[in-house]
């Protein structure tokens, strides 16, 4: 059983278009969070959330969105999808948002903007 | 500020010998620091983190890495590597709620 996944793995698209990132654990953890990494693979915190709670949002554009219907899932939803958009975006997960707590990381999905 | 620097973004080493990647970090509260590695296409898998304790960490598939507080290093090391070790890794440093991650360094290993 995958820990966390993330649907798609590849998403491509074009310049304008609104498109969503589904992200599931399934370890039973309170916090999970999505990362951005570029094409130098410099990775990035986007947002964090703690019990479907917005706890950190990194300065990140108003057109990315993410959504927690419940603990277990954190979807990311962006609109209006520009070409510096394109990077492997990385949801992860773990059992609270301390600093101590190892995050569990799912496979990436892949975003290019055309 | 909490940051992590990653000297070497890229180490190309043989097989079977051994390697060093090394990464500083910077933080002016309790650290607890991590690395992780990245195999081609694939997420983050966690090799090793020191939290508390002992200075030398041992992880999975041969690594350790030793906490220098002196030096504020987090060094990762293999005593004799393999191809299969190829891979980003990275190193990183937490806050509450996120991971201030250094820049990556790409392991090559060579036949």
């Known amino acids: 059983d995958t820990a966390v996944s993330q649907t798609p793995k590849y998403l491509v698209t074009q310049m304008g278009n609104d498109k969503s990132i589904k992200c599931e654990q399934n370890?039973?953890?309170?916090?999970m969070y999505w990362y951005k990494q570029d094409s130098k693979k410099f990775l990035k915190i986007m947002f964090s959330?703690?019990?479907?709670?917005?706890?950190i949002n990194e300065t990140v554009p108003n057109r990315f969105s993410p959504k927690s219907p419940d603990k277990a899932h954190l979807n990311l939803h962006i609109n209006s999808l520009e070409l510096g958009d394109s990077a492997v975006y990385f949801c992860?997960?773990?059992?609270?948002?301390?600093?101590?707590?190892?995050?569990?990381f799912g496979p990436g999905t892949r975003l290019t903007v055309l | 500020a909490q940051s992590v620097t990653q000297l070497d973004s890229q180490v190309p080493v043989f097989e079977e010998a051994p390697v060093e990647l090394r990464c500083n970090y910077s933080?002016?509260?309790?650290?607890?620091l991590f690395w992780y590695v990245q195999y081609p296409n694939q997420g983050l898998q966690l090799l090793l983190k020191?939290?508390?304790?002992?200075?030398l960490v041992k992880g999975i598939n041969g690594f350790e890495a030793e906490f220098n507080k002196s030096q504020t290093s987090f060094h990762l090391r293999k005593p004799s590597v393999h191809i299969s070790d190829t891979a980003e890794y990275f190193c990183?440093?937490?806050?509450?709620?996120?991971?201030?991650f250094g820049t990556g360094t790409r392991l090559k290993v060579l036949a």
């Open positions: 959330y703690n019990n479907k709670e917005l706890i």
């Open positions: 990183a440093v937490t806050g509450t709620y996120k991971y201030i």
């Open positions: 020191y939290l508390s304790g002992s200075t």
């Open positions: 370890l039973g953890h309170d916090t």
């Open positions: 933080s002016s509260v309790s650290v607890y």
């Open positions: 992860a997960s773990s059992q609270e948002g301390e600093a101590y707590n190892e995050q569990f």
